[in-house]
């Protein structure tokens, strides 16, 4: 059954660093999202992305972040200087309709900022 | 706030017995969804129910939604050990298409 990978499954950096996480979403989906979850709390959306550009985006994702689909295949989260409380799991999903259908998720990337 | 919002914060039942939660959300949905999250791993999706349904089955699983009262309930029934898991529900409004996720409900299944 086809499912959304992510790598790295862990990352460790220091504060100020740029991270980049990856996703592969699911083949034929066409709509892609990233969400995180600080440890003990909720699921938060942080964007969403459909057709080469950014469609919706959450206060979280100020100007510290990007997205991209650098090919055909693989979506991409950048965290350019990233913060203490950047530390979270961070998880990619994929639709095949927009955010109103089943959101497929990845197993997320634990990212950890010393 | 979109966000829904789970009860109770932990539920822990010996297995065979049924395990029901439930969602309360604050605005206007196109749908509702059911996620479980086993400890430190990702979001799997259980079931999607339609703003115009009202109940929806899918194998153990029932879930209920209430637009009048903006609530939905989850039902698992003759529960394992295997369902011991937190389990969420999110919304997505109206007019925007992410998922507004709740705090989650901790069910324990006690072998």
């Known amino acids: 059954e086809p499912e959304v990978t992510q790598t790295p499954s862990h990352q460790v950096t220091q504060m100020g660093q740029e991270v980049i996480l990856r996703c592969v979403p699911i083949?034929?989906?066409?709509?892609f999202y990233w969400y995180r979850q600080i440890l003990g709390q909720k699921v938060e959306f942080l964007v969403s992305f459909y057709n080469n550009e950014i469609s919706e985006k959450s206060e979280i994702f100020d100007d510290q972040f990007s997205v991209e689909r650098p090919d055909g295949s693989n979506f991409t989260l950048k965290i350019r200087s990233t913060k203490l409380e950047d530390s979270a799991m961070y998880f990619c999903?994929?639709?095949?309709?927009?955010?109103?259908?089943?959101?497929?998720f990845g197993p997320g990337t634990r990212l950890t900022v010393t | 706030s979109q966000q829904g919002e789970e009860d109770p914060q932990a539920l822990s039942i010996q297995e065979g017995e049924n395990a029901t939660m439930n969602c309360s959300y604050k605005?206007?949905?196109?749908?509702l969804q059911w996620y479980r999250q086993n400890s430190g791993r990702g979001l799997v999706h259980l079931i999607l129910?339609?703003?115009?349904?009202r109940e929806k089955h899918s194998g153990r699983l029932r879930v209920t939604l209430d637009t009048s009262k903006k609530s939905s309930s989850l039902l698992i029934t003759a529960s394992r050990a295997a369902d011991t898991a937190s389990y969420f529900c999110?919304?997505?409004?109206?007019?925007?298409?992410?998922?507004?996720f709740g705090a989650g409900t901790t069910v324990t299944v006690r072998a």
């Open positions: 605005t206007s949905i196109n749908n």
């Open positions: 083949s034929n989906h066409l709509y």
């Open positions: 129910i339609r703003s115009n349904e």
């Open positions: 999903a994929s639709s095949v309709e927009t955010g109103v259908g089943e959101q497929y």
């Open positions: 999110a919304t997505v409004g109206s007019n925007d298409y992410k998922l507004s």
